[in-house]
């Protein structure tokens, strides 16, 4: 049994309540034992049973749950360097992607690469996400395109959850283009998605998710919810990549069919932002992709408003987000979207575990959840993302156990 001193802020926050309820705990203090949170609140009414845990001092710092970047298209070989370059001369993303760049030039290259090449270089951005206090990754395929290489990426993550600490959480995202050897016949690649790749992933449990790309240029509406009613009925949850960078009608279809979370959305209806709320569909901003494609970001107040749940992620991938740093989303979501550091934290921890079905077991510090979290130089939130830093993070706790901080300071 194990348990935290000096801890000038703990944040408890929890799945209920307001988007900005984070409980707030000053002075507080948690215990853990193998791997659960036995206990947290003020270190003045800690119960005795709890007073003989060994207790680390955490020096004045705060303590935030584990954070959790539910979006990332985490495996993918290569990078687009050149293409970030032709964005900044005015070409679109569009328009790099028409010109067999974008989405298609990383298929290409994740096709050539070995599973364990693509493994290796996951690992080390998890080792970068830990180190920033992150301990759950949602992460897509739709680098593969074709029934090997979907599967090679999404065994990519089945090895990485044996082999590293950082807990992955694998969506299936076939539907992420229609790859250009099928483009005059769409709907036998819809055909091979339905018929074949759908059910080996879903019969191998492959992944948690099937998530679909619904715009111009990628998957329409009619595609998208023939693809999501067969993963349904095949016992996965559903994602939708929708309104990124026009109105499409992704929200909406997400609300109807019970999505667990619909993405980016800058451009979702208010309609649409309504029936997203009433279905309590999560509405995951991407801001760094905002940041880089040069978009606008979520209109993140309007949505509170509307009664819906934000979450924040970094959308990481090797073309509109070539960053991991989900801290830096947060504070992009402060600025940009108009959340106050409370509001991003629940969107960060809570309501992020909520976009991808975990939200009774991640992302709180309630007694009963998994303990995941990490200890911030700052004594409160509004410093930690007001004084941004390249990694603030001290010290990162998986399941009970450090991953992130120096062993001799931080063991207990
Ligand atoms: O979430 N919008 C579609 N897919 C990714 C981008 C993928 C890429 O550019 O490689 C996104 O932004
Ligand atoms: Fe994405």
């Not at 080390?124 to 029934?147: Q, R």
């Not at 979702?268 to 494609?293: F, H, N, Q, R, W």
């Amino acid at each position: 049994m194990q348990r935290l001193t000096g801890v000038k802020t703990l944040y408890r926050v929890g799945p209920d309540g307001p988007q900005g309820e984070v409980d707030a705990i000053a002075d507080g203090t948690l215990v853990w034992r193998e791997g659960k949170i036995l206990w947290s609140g003020p270190a003045s009414e800690l119960p005795p049973e709890y007073a003989a845990a060994s207790a680390l001092d955490t020096g004045g710092g705060c303590v935030i749950p584990g954070l959790i970047d539910c979006h990332t298209h985490l495996c993918f070989g290569g990078w687009r360097g050149d293409e970030f370059a032709m964005r900044l001369e005015g070409k679109s993303y569009q328009e790099i992607q028409a010109a067999g760049g974008g989405i298609n030039s990383t298929v290409r290259k994740t096709r050539a690469a070995g599973g364990n090449e693509l493994a290796d270089k996951a690992a080390l951005a998890l080792s970068d996400m830990a180190a920033l206090g992150v301990t759950t990754v949602e992460a897509k395929s739709g680098y593969g395109l074709n029934l090997e290489d979907e599967l090679k990426q999404l065994e990519v993550y089945r090895q990485l959850n044996a082999s590293q600490p950082v807990e992955i959480l694998p969506t299936f995202l076939g539907a992420h283009l229609v790859p250009p050897d099928y483009v005059d016949r769409r709907d036998a690649y819809i055909d091979l998605l339905c018929h074949e790749l759908i059910p080996q992933v879903a019969t191998r449990g492959l992944a948690r998710f099937c998530d679909v790309f619904i715009e111009d240029g990628a998957f329409s509406l009619t595609e998208g919810r023939r693809i999501l009613e067969t993963a349904k009925a095949q016992g996965l949850g559903l994602k939708i990549h929708a309104d990124q960078l026009s109105t499409g009608g992704g929200a909406g279809l997400a609300a109807e069919l019970g999505a667990v979370s619909a993405e980016h959305l800058e451009y979702a209806s208010p309609g649409d932002m309504i029936a997203m709320a009433e279905a309590g569909t999560v509405a995951v901003s991407l801001p760094i992709a905002s940041l880089y494609l040069q978009e606008p970001y979520l209109p993140a107040r309007q949505w509170i408003e509307t009664g819906a749940r934000v979450a924040v992620a970094t959308d990481f991938n090797p073309g509109s987000a070539p960053s991991y740093h989900l801290p830096l989303a947060m504070l992009l979501a402060c600025l940009n979207q108009r959340m106050s550091p409370a509001e991003v934290l629940k969107a960060a921890t809570s309501i992020a575990a909520r976009a991808i079905g975990l939200e009774s077991t991640h992302g709180s510090l309630a007694p009963g959840y998994q303990a995941d979290f990490a200890i911030i130089d700052a004594p409160d939130i509004n410093h930690w993302l007001y004084h941004f830093r390249g990694n603030a993070c001290l010290a990162t706790f998986k399941r009970g156990r450090l991953i992130h901080g120096q062993p001799e300071r931080w063991s207990v």
